[in-house]
Nanobody, 126 residues
Framework: VQLVESGGGLVQPGGSLRLSCATS????????VGWFRQAPGKEREGISC????????SYADSVKGRFTMTSDSAKNKIYLQIDNLKPEDTAIYYC????????????????????WGQGTQVTASS
């Protein structure tokens, strides 16, 4: 299973970034996808997810209104648009595949996910 994140970097507070998660066409078509982040000394936090059909999405309260998750089936990529970056957004960001279930939904709980990318660093600092 291959998930590859990219797009991280150093951005001033208030700036924007778009993270990408690339995978195979089979995985893209058959799994819900989540974005998580982990800051130094903190637990991994679920921040957004999108269902397998891409019709349902969910966001953590800490990022609502600033983060937007989209998908591109032609490229087999899931994106996380991050706007109005804050210093507290500094973390390693991971995409992950949700363990399949019978319903078309997604979870922000990390134990619901079975496969993870290597992560990409996002730093918001002046």
């Amino acid at each position: 299973v291959q998930l590859v994140e990219s797009g991280g970097g150093l951005v001033q507070p208030g700036g924007s970034l778009r993270l990408s998660c690339a995978t195979s066409s089979f995985l893209f078509d058959n799994y819900a996808v989540g974005w998580f982040r982990q800051a130094p000394g903190k637990e991994r936090e679920g921040i957004s997810c999108i269902s397998r059909s891409r019709s349902e999405s969910s966001y953590a309260d800490s990022v609502k209104g600033r983060f937007t998750m989209t998908s591109d089936s032609a490229k087999n990529k899931i994106y996380l648009q991050i706007d109005n970056l804050k210093p507290e957004d500094t973390a390693i960001y991971y995409c992950a595949l949700q363990i399949p279930g019978s319903s078309d939904w997604c979870s922000l709980v990390s134990r619901a996910y079975s496969h993870w990318g290597q992560g990409t660093q996002v730093t918001a600092s002046s």
